[in-house]
Structures are given as C-alpha cells and as structure tokens.
C-alpha cells in the first residue's frame, strides 16, 4: 500500500513530526512517500528515513506518484492535495491539525470554513488529533464532520526519571513552540512576572524553545516587566529530549492547539504540565491529577500553579508521574500508527 504525505510546512512542528512517527511506526504495513516544501529541516529529516527518490517538493501532481493513499496534513497541504487530486479516484484522508478557523481572523477564517466546506466531499475521512478539535469541526463544519474520526496524537514513550537529571538552583519551567500568534510565548513573560509577584522567593527560570517572528517582542517585553533574567529563548531545538530532562515543569501558553506533541513530550518524560484551557490541551491533562489549566485571560492562575508546584516537590514528582502514566496509556506512537493504518485498509 503507496501512501503519499502532503505537508505545506516542512519546518520544525508538530505536523511533519507526526508525519515521521507515523512513517517509523508503520514502515512494515505501508510504502510512504512525502511531498513538503524543500527550505525546510525535515526534508532532509524524509529524505534520509525514506531515499530521495520517495520525498518530492509540494506542490506535486498527485497522479505522478500514483499513491493508493493520499494523506494531507494541515489546511494549506489539504487544499492543494484534494485539488490536485480531484477527479483521480485515489481514496484521501485529511487530517485536520489543529482545526481553528478564528485564528485566521474574521474574513480569513470565513475563507476557511468556506473551502472546508466545499473540499469536505473530496476525502474519503477526515482524522482530528483531539475529541475537543472534533467538536469544533462539528460546530463550525459539518459537512465535514460526517467523515471525520479522532485518531488521537502519539509519542514514543520515554523511561528514565522523573525528576530533573541536570542540577539547578532555580525550578526551571519550559515553554516550547513556534514564537507565532497561536502558541502565545509573550504570555510566558507576564506568567514569569506573576510569579515574582506572588513569591520573588521561589526562584524560576523560564525556558522557552523555539523561533519565530515574536522574538523581539519577547525579549522586549521581558525587560519592560523586569524578568529579563528569569526567561531564556533557547532557539529552535529539533530535540528536546535533553532539555525535558533538565526541566522540572512544562507550561502551555497555546491560544489553540490540535493535539500537542510537545505537550505529549513533557508528559512522558514525567513533567507535571501547567496548560492553558483550550482545545488539544483539554484532552491531555486532567485538571488536579497530571498538571493543571487555566484560562488565557487570566496569567497569575499560571502563576499560582507554578509556584505551588516549584514550592513542593513531592507534588511535582506526583503530578509528574501522573503525567507520564496518562501519556503511556493514552498517547502511545503505537496505538496512533495501527488506527492509521485501520483507516488506510478501510477507505483503499
């Protein structure tokens, strides 16, 4: 069975690192290939687990490759892979990606809806990462909810401890994503502020992975409020294996997520997580148990979270070993790649 990916993005995200999960869980079942744009990392990320011969620049012609399957990941690659593929025959699935269509704005996000609306009969299924992205599609898209499932996001499990492996003085909380609108860093700084505010004792450093336009904005912001030497930008790290093993508490300051990998990162190697109350991280943490959430609108519930937990460490491993226990049973790399493959074998 040929499946042919299709990513608009071949940065660093969650889209095409979920893309090569599924492709290392499902080598044996499946002849994947990828289309992507070439400027980014994991083209070559593809291109080596794959051979070049199976990695092509997006946008393609879909009937080059002829695939059994075609698999599109993410608005933009979904509007060139059902276009490209209409009138072909070959069954598609779309998986959605973090279905949000507000976050475009008023008039691009009505766009949006309108093109989901119209492309929605040209997959065989449509696949949310989350039961909260499900009920989204549901309410704002329903021609396309008739097709679509929930195959929840997977991670490999990690094993190791729990706490810390790197010594620090200070309670080192992580932030990692894209610095762009939707994963919200700047909140990370008035959450770093709140903190000081609330207890200037407990001292926390906040570590925020990745790149993107709003470094400036962070940095600046970071001064103004004070906290210039409390956060910490790290840069886009492809591997955060390391850093979540020198972490004691992962904070989300998502304003929309599909099902983040991130998130599932933390969670298996045992942090408890401080999340913002929106889709995707709903469906991760349970309130009080593996982490806590808080509404956007309201940055010192972070803070008090956080500080509750960097003042108690035997909380901390509780809550981390919570996590971690949740992530194993729920979002496992192996139970996501066979309900892939289910749905591969139903629609060919």
Avoid at 196 to 217: M, Q
Wanted: proline share 5%; hydrophobic share 45%; glycine share 10%.
């Amino acid at each position: 069975m040929r499946v042919l990916h299709i990513s608009a993005r071949s940065d660093t995200g969650g889209g095409p690192e979920m893309i090569r999960n599924l492709i290392e869980g499902s080598a044996s079942e499946a002849e994947h290939w990828v289309a992507c744009p070439e400027n980014g990392r994991y083209f070559e990320v593809f291109q080596r687990m794959l051979g070049e011969s199976r990695v092509c620049a997006f946008p393609l012609n879909v009937r080059r490759i002829k695939p059994d399957i075609v698999h599109t990941h993410g608005f933009g690659a979904g509007l060139a892979g059902r276009l490209s593929g209409l009138g072909s025959g070959i069954p598609l699935v779309h998986t959605f990606h973090g279905f949000f269509p507000m976050g475009a704005g008023a008039g691009g996000g009505a766009v949006r809806l309108l093109a989901e609306a119209i492309l929605a009969p040209l997959a065989r299924a449509a696949v949310a990462v989350s039961e909260s992205e499900r009920r989204l599609v549901e309410r704002w898209c329903p021609g396309a909810a008739r097709r679509t499932v929930v195959i929840p996001n997977g991670v490999r499990s990690r094993t190791g401890p729990v706490t810390p492996q790197i010594a620090s003085a200070r309670i080192r909380v992580l932030v990692v994503g894209r610095l762009v609108h939707q994963k919200n860093p700047e909140l990370a700084v008035r959450i770093a502020a709140e903190c000081r505010s609330l207890d200037p004792e407990v001292e926390l450093e906040f570590r925020i992975a990745g790149a993107g336009p709003l470094e400036g904005t962070i940095l600046e912001q970071a001064r103004a409020l004070g906290v210039a030497g409390q956060v910490r930008l790290l840069g886009d790290i492809p591997h955060v294996a390391a850093e979540l093993a020198g972490c004691h508490i992962y904070l989300s300051t998502a304003r929309w997520e599909g099902l983040s990998l991130a998130l599932l990162e933390a969670m298996h190697a045992g942090l408890p997580c401080v999340v913002s109350r929106v889709q995707g991280n709903v469906d991760a943490v349970e309130e009080g148990s593996s982490g806590f959430l808080y509404d956007l609108e309201h940055p010192e519930e972070a803070a008090r979270h956080l500080i509750a937990l960097a003042r108690d460490p035997a909380a901390r491993r509780r809550a981390g070993l919570e996590a971690q226990a949740r992530a194993r049973a729920r979002f496992s790399v192996e139970a996501m790649c066979r309900q892939y493959v289910e749905l591969y074998r139903r629609i060919a």
